[in-house]
Each structure stands twice: as structure tokens, then as C-alpha cells.
């Protein structure tokens, strides 16, 4: 298989309309649009990451210190502040064109929007050399569909921002290395300073990518030819000088605990053990890449064979490079998470893309195509279920767009099946993309916005504005459901308390202060309370469920009776 696609008109995607055939940015912009708008505005802010990260920005925007990471009271020693730059600065547009407010989630949420933008365009702008324009518009209209994609670009962390420099750097790497007489200074310029962009995102992981894969070139090819045009001599020191300033500014104003909770408590964690409970065995992320790169996996599984087979091709050479030495980093690490292998997307879309227009492909493995189709079939209907019975079992009703749900999943199953018994594998993918857009709509616009039970924060704050209204700062405190969502609702002066009995001292502490206790937390607040001599009243409830424990809760706000 070669993965350069033949000159003729492709049928496989004739889809499209001309004008975006013609147009192939302006038509995968909008089907990004089409695929992530819903739920972008609509969805609170969830638990626990973005609420962390969207706290700590707002943090950061109000203090005017872009140094320091700070999280409620604590130092959120983590993560470089590359993130919470783009987000501090979203907001400030946001608010300076009065669109909406720092309080609200959707604005922490558009860096992670344009940077999934700029991945997916990036992948069908470098794409095209590797594998043909009409593979690489393909292959990026894959990627945009990705259900874990879809997913991080609603979701305001790094992960999306992070994959717009992995894609930019390794497309100018893909050029180097195929073109090294030809690539410019100002290209090699591009490529280290994307580097340290990913650095100031999220450490070594952007440089980890690059690395690994050279590597990989060097040995299998057995010389290194595009390493002079990447013109490391100052490439590696660019790309140090733009990370280099905060990481000196961080390191002085935390006398050196940034890089000690940050390399020795959060990223030695994660390689050495399964932290926060995000533990899984070697071949997690082939067990659940039919879930994450959903509906285009069943293409990409396909291709794989004919992929290794190929390997000698230098387009398909570079692209396997970038996949397997990271890949398997990935499977090593102790802590696994479906997104963290997003990086290597781009580059496997490309491959199942060039694959599936190819009119000299070798038809998959009779039983690799059934795990394929088993995968296509299992999440589209694992989508229509979830929206059909998430508001059953929280709230006993069924919603519309549940309902909607089952046709979405179906038609689209029964499409691209059907275009793949006529052995059209890139009008599959193509329809794939297309008829994602109602199944994800459905799903995150018409239903999780409206599983009230999920959304518990949201709902505490307006108890409390409607009981307590004017509350001042420090006069609220928490036991029993301290999740990050708490802080972003109602503010970074929120006191989260350990136990029911802090939970009675803290209400004791002054006048006028107000206390939310979890269920499993009341019996201690009420003995210590007794000990105290307090009279507490009961002036609201909540009851929800936390997905973050998988159980449900109920808060009881009390006050001191007057």
C-alpha cells in the first residue's frame, strides 16, 4: 500500500458540495463547529480537572498574578501556566466584548475549542504531503469526530491546546523528513518554538513525541538526515527560551516547590503508580481505542496491517514512527487515561484515512474486521443507551433527544456497514464524521445539560443565593462534596472542611455564616453541635449525584438560628 492517493476524482468522497471540495479548511472548520458547539455553552463545569484548571484561571485573572498557580488557598503546583494564560486571556476577550463573564465556564473552554481547530486543520495542512489531499481531508475530518476529542474540546484543560502543537511540530518534523533539502529555517524556527509552547502546556509530554520518533527514524532508517534541517544547534535553545522565563519566575516565587510537587509528586506519581485511581493494564489503549477515536476506530483498526506492511514507505515510515514508541510509552506509565494518547491521533487518522481511499488496499482480516465493526457498533449503541437511560436512573424520565439518540446511532451504524459492504471504506469515514454530529448533539446538548442531578454545584449556589443572599466572603464553608465545581460556582473563599465536626466549629467560628453537610457527615455535625450549645437551622437541601464517587448525596445547608 502506498499511501499517496491516485490523481483521479475520489467517489469516496463525493459527499461533499463542489464549493467545499474546493473549500476543504472553510468545510472541516465547520464540521468542527457542527460537532462541538452543542454542549460548549450549555454544560457546566465538571468535575474534577476543568473545575480545577477554570478556577485557577479565574484565580489568576483576578489577582493579576500570572506567575503563581493558585487553587482556592492552595499553590496548584502541577502543570507550567501555559493553559491558564490562554484561558486568563479567552476571558478577558470574552469580557471585554461583553459576551459573558468570568463566571461563567464556556469562556475557560475556547482555547481548548481552537486548539482541537488548529490540530485538525494542522493534520489536513501537513497531511497533504504525506498521504494526498483528499487522505489528509479525510483523516482530519476522522480526528475532529473523535469521540475523545469531541469530549476534550468541552472540557477547559490542556489536552486540546497541547495537540494543536504536537500536530503543527510533528507536521513540520513529517516535512523535514521527507524533504530535508527543502526545509527552510523559518520551518525549523516553527518546530522548536511549538515544542515550547507544548512545554509551557504540559511539560515534556510535546517534546516526548518528536524525540521518541526521531529516535525511531534514526535507528530503523540508520542516518539522520532531517536532523541538520531541523538545525537543532539553535532550534534547542529557541525552544528553551520560550519556556525558560516562567519556569525561573515560578521557581523564585515558590522557593523551588513548583518543581518539587510538580516532577516529584504529580508526574513520578503518575509513571510510578496509578494515581487518583486512574490505574490500567498494558493494552488499555487498544482496548479502548474503538471508544476514544469512535466512529472513525473500525477504519484505522483496519489499516494497521497494511500499515506495517508498508513501512518501508517513507510517508508511512514517519507516521508509524510517531504512533509506536509513544504508544507504548503510554502502556508503560501506570496512570492511563483515554486521552492521553490523543497526541498520536492525527497521525493514525492519517494512516486509516490514506488506507480507505486507496484503490490498491488489501481488504482487512475476516475476524480484524469483525472486532472493527463490533467497536462501531458497541459505542454508537453505548451513546444511544446512555442517552436514553442516564435521565431514567437519575431522575426517572425520559428526555427527547434520548429518543433521537436511537435513530442517530442507528442510521449512522447502518451507513457506513452498508458503504463498507461496497467496499467504499472512505465514504464510511466521510459518512462517520457527517453522522456523528446529531448522535454527539443529542447527547450532549439535548440530554447532559439537563441531568439536573449531575449538576450539584450549580444548584448549591443558588440555594445559597436564594437562602443567604449576599453572603460575605469566608462566610461559607463545606463538608461532605469537595469537589473543584463548589469553588468555580461560588468562590475561591469557600472553606472545604474535613468532617462534620469541622463542619460545626466552622459555624460556630463567627455571625452570619452558613455550612452545606453531606449526609454521611450530619451525625458528627449534630454531636458536635450539641457539645457546642448550637441551635443549627435547616434552610436548604440538595440532593445529587456525584460522578466523580459514583454515589449519590445530599447537602444540608444550615445556618445559626436567630
Known sequence: MHLSAPSSPDPSLGLLPDALQRRPKLFLALLCLLLWLPGFFTLPATDRDEARFAQASRQMVESGDHVRIRFGEEERNKKPAGIHWLQSASVHVVEATRLGTRDMIWPYRLPSLAGALLAVLATFHWGRAMVGRRAALLGAAMLASCLVLVAETHIAKTDAALLATIAGAMGLFGQAYL???????????GFWLLLGLGILLKGPIGPMVPLLAGITLAVSDREASWLR??????????????????????????????FQQAVGGDMLSKIGSGEEKHWGPPGYYLLTFGIAAFPGAWIVLAALPNAWHDRLNPPTRFLLAWVVPSWLVFEAVQTKLPHYTLPLYPALMLLGAAWAINPMRSPPGRWWRWIGIAGLVGVAAGLAGLALGAPWYLERRLLPAGLLAIPAAGVLVFLLLRAARLRAWGRAGLLGALLAVPLYAAVLEGVAPHLTPLWIAPRLAAAVEARAPGLPAGHFGITGHSEPSVLFAIGQDVRLLRTGTDAAEFLAGGPGRVVAVGDRAEA???????????????????????????????????????
Open 179 to 189: 524533504r530535508p533539502t527543502a526545509f527552510s529555517a523559518r520551518q525549523a524556527a
Open 229 to 258: 534541517a531541523l538545525r537543532p544547534g539553535w532550534g534547542v535553545p529557541l525552544m528553551l527560551a520560550a519556556a525558560a522565563p516562567w519556569f525561573i519566575a515560578i521557581g523564585i516565587a515558590t522557593e523551588g516547590r513548583f
Open 524 to 562: 458528627d455535625f449534630r454531636r458536635r453541635a450539641t457539645g457546642l450549645a448550637l441551635m443549627p437551622e435547616e434552610i436548604a437541601s440538595v440532593t445529587g449525584f456525584n460522578y466523580s464517587r459514583g454515589r449519590w448525596v445530599t447537602l444540608l445547608l444550615y445556618r445559626l438560628a436567630s
